[in-house]
């Protein structure tokens, strides 16, 4: 704790009140899926230094924890005391305070809701410098709770005191595979309904090729497969009924492909399986891409542009599910990677991602990129989902591209709600605007 007191002290003495736009620097790799130019992206404010665990009680199960710590960092820190954050997003790079604010998923959201449900309290950098520890039921009550979908343009968060779960050394995964949407619906519908399950989750290629995996923590395991160098991690799901993994690897099991975006071939097979370890994470393989895309627009080669990327999570209320999978399945072809999908009940309605409290919602996860259609505007696959999920009630999460109206964003994602927090806390904009990072900037 002293570390960060003196950490907060020095960053209050440089900040200064100004009104230039203010992003965040940071040493790892963002997970946001849009690219502002570098000249839109706001002077940085040099965050790095607030990455460390602070202090755990095991006996509360909380931990207190800098806002821009890796989930890897955390479950490093917690797990030797059989304890982990309630949601671990999959990918090791995603920090605590970007996943609060950015609304984090995972398989087990249909028990704990989303990564700011487990959130207790925040320490927030304000746009004038000073920094507000916002909890429930404090004068900051309206920010604690304004927090989630606010991509950090109410303030950055510095320490959060997080909730933690029990949790066993492995994790035992058994897959059913199913023949028809509403039986893979209705296996995890009932899959969340059971105690005997901690994680839950479906993977679908087609309408005849859908599977729900349901996980649970284990003390010890018959044999542990290793997601890191031998097998990739879902074709492995696919293949075997029963896999065991240790609880580390569960947590990031989509880390190692990047979820599947790695390709398959023998230069990435030897990468697989000799790369020093620090290579076999997400956040190099992203860091890769962009810089191997940079350089090939630079040589004027070929840089992907007949593809595009299609990297989204839509949410749903549950009764859409059959008809939004549906959709989707008829209208893009992911040449044979999977959709992801999980079941998600939040305990309380966030005002910026006003979904309903304690109703069964579909997330449903894509993250590849696709063939472009041909005749069709860019981000085609994008639009024609986003559309049907807003039709439908739905809505989705704004890590990646969006296309809306100003209106339509404001009625989507609760505009009042939005104008009143900026008022009171950034009059000035000095932190950005919600609309402006989520949709003009890509
Ligand atoms: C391919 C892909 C896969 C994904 N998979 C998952 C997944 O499996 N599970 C999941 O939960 N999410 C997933 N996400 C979404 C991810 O959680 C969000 O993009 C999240 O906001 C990323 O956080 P970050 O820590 O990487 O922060 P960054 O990407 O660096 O920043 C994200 C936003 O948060 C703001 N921010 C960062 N730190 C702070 C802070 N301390 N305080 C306030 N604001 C801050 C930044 O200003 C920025 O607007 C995925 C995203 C992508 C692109």
């Given at each position: 704790?002293?570390?960060?007191?003196?950490?907060?002290?020095?960053?209050?003495?440089?900040?200064?009140?100004?009104?230039?736009?203010?992003?965040?620097?940071?040493?790892?790799?963002?997970?946001?899926?849009?690219?502002?130019?570098?000249?839109?992206?706001?002077t940085?404010?040099?965050?790095?230094?607030?990455?460390?665990?602070?202090?755990?009680?095991?006996?509360?199960?909380?931990?207190?924890?800098?806002?821009?710590?890796?989930?890897?960092?955390i479950?490093?820190?917690?797990?030797?005391?059989?304890?982990?954050?309630?949601?671990?997003?999959?990918?090791?790079?995603?920090?605590?305070?970007?996943?609060?604010?950015?609304?984090?998923?995972?398989?087990?959201?249909?028990?704990?809701?989303?990564?700011?449900?487990?959130?207790i309290?925040?320490?927030?950098?304000?746009?004038?410098?000073?920094?507000?520890?916002?909890?429930?039921?404090?004068?900051?009550?309206?920010?604690?709770?304004?927090?989630?979908n606010?991509?950090?343009?109410?303030?950055?968060?510095?320490?959060?005191?997080?909730?933690?779960?029990?949790a066993?050394?492995?994790?035992?995964?058994?897959?059913?595979?199913?023949?028809?949407?509403?039986?893979f619906?209705?296996?995890?519908?009932?899959?969340?309904?059971?105690?005997?399950?901690?994680?839950?989750?479906?993977?679908?290629?087609?309408?005849?090729?859908l599977?729900?995996?349901?996980?649970?923590?284990?003390?010890?395991?018959?044999?542990?497969?290793?997601?890191?160098?031998?097998?990739?991690?879902?074709?492995?799901?696919?293949?075997?009924?029963?896999?065991?993994?240790?609880?580390k690897?569960?947590?990031?099991?989509?880390?190692?492909?990047?979820?599947?975006?790695?390709?398959?071939s023998?230069?990435?097979?030897?990468?697989?399986?000799?790369?020093?370890?620090?290579?076999?994470?997400?956040?190099f393989?992203?860091?890769?891409?962009?810089?191997?895309?940079?350089?090939?627009?630079?040589?004027?080669?070929?840089?992907?542009?007949?593809?595009?990327?299609?990297?989204?999570?839509?949410?749903?209320?549950?009764?859409?599910?059959?008809?939004?999978?549906?959709?989707?399945?008829r209208?893009?072809?992911?040449?044979?990677?999977?959709?992801?999908?999980?079941?998600?009940?939040?305990?309380?309605?966030?005002?910026?991602?006003?979904?309903?409290?304690?109703?069964?919602?579909?997330?449903?996860?894509?993250?590849?990129?696709?063939?472009?259609?041909?005749?069709?505007?860019?981000?085609?696959?994008?639009?024609?989902?986003?559309?049907?999920?807003?039709?439908?009630?739905?809505?989705?999460?704004?890590y990646?591209?969006?296309?809306?109206?100003?209106?339509?964003?404001?009625?989507?994602?609760?505009?009042?709600?939005?104008?009143?927090?900026?008022?009171?806390?950034?009059?000035?904009?000095?932190?950005?605007?919600?609309?402006?990072?989520?949709?003009?900037?890509?």
């Amino acid at each position: 704790m002293q570390g960060f007191v003196e950490r907060k002290a020095k960053l209050i003495a440089d900040a200064k009140a100004n009104d230039e736009p203010v992003g965040i620097a940071k040493h790892t790799s963002s997970n946001l899926f849009r690219y502002a130019p570098a000249d839109r992206r706001g002077t940085g404010l040099d965050l790095s230094d607030f990455h460390h665990c602070l202090s755990l009680d095991a006996q509360a199960r909380t931990l207190d924890v800098e806002g821009l710590t890796t989930f890897e960092q955390i479950v490093d820190y917690t797990l030797p005391y059989g304890l982990v954050p309630r949601i671990t997003p999959e990918l090791k790079h995603i920090t605590i305070g970007g996943a609060t604010v950015g609304i984090g998923i995972e398989s087990n959201c249909f028990r704990y809701g989303f990564v700011h449900d487990g959130l207790i309290e925040a320490e927030v950098l304000m746009p004038d410098g000073r920094v507000v520890l916002a909890s429930a039921n404090n004068e900051y009550a309206d920010l604690f709770y304004g927090l989630p979908n606010s991509y950090g343009t109410l303030g950055y968060i510095l320490r959060a005191r997080i909730h933690l779960m029990p949790a066993q050394p492995y994790v035992h995964l058994a897959t059913r595979r199913f023949h028809d949407v509403d039986a893979f619906l209705d296996a995890m519908r009932a899959a969340t309904e059971s105690d005997e399950i901690d994680f839950v989750e479906g993977l679908f290629l087609d309408k005849d090729r859908l599977y729900v995996t349901c996980s649970r923590f284990c003390a010890s395991v018959p044999r542990v497969d290793d997601i890191v160098r031998e097998h990739v991690f879902y074709k492995l799901l696919l293949a075997r009924p029963d896999v065991y993994l240790t609880t580390k690897d569960y947590l990031f099991r989509y880390d190692p492909e990047w979820f599947w975006n790695l390709p398959e071939s023998w230069p990435y097979d030897l990468f697989r399986r000799y790369a020093p370890a620090r290579f076999r994470n997400s956040g190099f393989y992203k860091r890769y891409t962009t810089r191997k895309n940079a350089l090939r627009r630079r040589l004027g080669l070929r840089d992907g542009s007949d593809e595009e990327p299609l990297i989204q999570d839509w949410e749903l209320p549950w009764d859409e599910a059959a008809a939004f999978t549906r959709f989707a399945l008829r209208e893009v072809d992911l040449s044979g990677r999977p959709w992801i999908a999980t079941p998600i009940r939040t305990p309380r309605s966030p005002p910026l991602y006003p979904v309903r409290e304690n109703t069964l919602y579909y997330n449903l996860g894509c993250y590849c990129y696709v063939r472009k259609p041909g005749n069709k505007p860019p981000y085609w696959y994008t639009r024609i989902l986003d559309d049907e999920c807003f039709a439908r009630g739905g809505l989705k999460m704004l890590y990646s591209s969006t296309f809306l109206s100003r209106e339509k964003f404001d009625r989507i994602y609760n505009g009042p709600a939005y104008a009143a927090l900026k008022a009171r806390y950034d009059p000035n904009g000095v932190f950005g605007d919600l609309y402006s990072k989520a949709v003009l900037e890509p």
